[in-house]
Nanobody
Framework: QVQLVESGGGLVQPGGSLNLSCVAS????????MAWYRQAPGKQRELVVG???????NYADSVKGRFTISRDDAENTVYLQMSNLAPEDTAVYFC??????????WGQGTPVTVFS
């Protein structure tokens, strides 16, 4: 089993920046891919960015150039650096992980509110 804990969300003004963290624990060696999703009020959950052992890294068009994913393998942590935030970025942000067997895990989410 894999456990995911997000942190770093909060209230930020438009144009501001925020850095989210996701710490994985449990059977972390089984993780083959991780991603960030978000769900805005009244909308479906959408992929923000995903990464895996492969070469491809995909960002949603709405966040390209503003958000950056990174990782620290030693600490089993992935990060989402967000800049130039806008009100439409307001959402609950979720960390996810996929295992070698295909199991999919979610964190509990961390809310981000962009408001002036």
């Amino acid at each position: 089993q894999v456990q995911l804990v997000e942190s770093g969300g909060g209230l930020v003004q438009p144009g501001g920046s925020l850095n989210l963290s996701c710490v994985a624990s449990g059977d972390t060696l089984d993780i083959v891919a991780m991603a960030w999703y978000r769900q805005a009020p009244g909308k479906q959950r959408e992929l923000v960015v995903g990464t895996s052992s492969g070469d491809k890294l995909n960002y949603a068009d709405s966040v390209k150039g503003r958000f950056t994913i990174s990782r620290d393998d030693a600490e089993n942590t992935v990060y989402l650096q967000m800049s130039n935030l806008a009100p439409e970025d307001t959402a609950v942000y979720f960390c996810s992980a996929r295992s070698r067997s295909g199991a999919f895990y979610w964190g509990q989410g961390t809310p981000v509110t962009v408001f002036s």
